[in-house]
């Protein structure tokens, strides 16, 4: 599956962002339901960090990091996943990244997922 992310952009501190993310495959109706997904970021020269994911059956789970502030859904029938982002800082600041896996769990372990899309930049000032 394809996976592409939008919405990405600049705001002040304090400030709310949307990012999506679209997933595209031959099958897309039938299969993007069956995936469980997550959301990501990296900071320059760190590792990518799990920030939220959603199971197949709809559930969440949220790093400590982003808990309260950060809130994942999805839009099976729309084939999109969206990051709702508010009270930004500017250790938000990163490279935002979705994934997809065929697994019902979700999890914030990014070596578990297979399908990345190509990320968004979110820079977030003070």
């Known amino acids: 599956v394809k996976l592409v992310e939008s919405g990405g952009g600049s705001v002040q501190s304090g400030g709310s962002l949307r990012i999506s993310c679209t997933a595209s495959?031959?099958?897309?109706?039938?299969?993007?339901?069956?995936?469980?997904m997550g959301w990501f970021r990296q900071h320059p020269g760190e590792e990518r960090e799990g920030l939220a994911a959603?199971?197949?059956?709809?559930?969440?789970v949220y790093a400590n990091s982003v808990k309260g502030r950060f809130v994942i859904s999805r839009d099976v029938a729309k084939a999109t996943l969206y990051l709702q982002m508010h009270g930004l800082k500017p250790e938000d600041t990163a490279t935002y990244y979705c994934?997809?896996?065929?697994?019902?769990?979700?999890?914030?372990?990014?070596?578990?997922?297979?399908?990345w899309g190509q990320g968004t930049q979110v820079t977030v000032s003070s």
């Open positions: 994934a997809a896996r065929g697994e019902p769990l979700k999890t914030l372990d990014a070596r578990l997922y297979k399908n």
């Open positions: 495959s031959p099958t897309i109706e039938y299969t993007y339901s069956r995936y469980s």
């Open positions: 959603i199971g197949r059956d709809g559930s969440t």
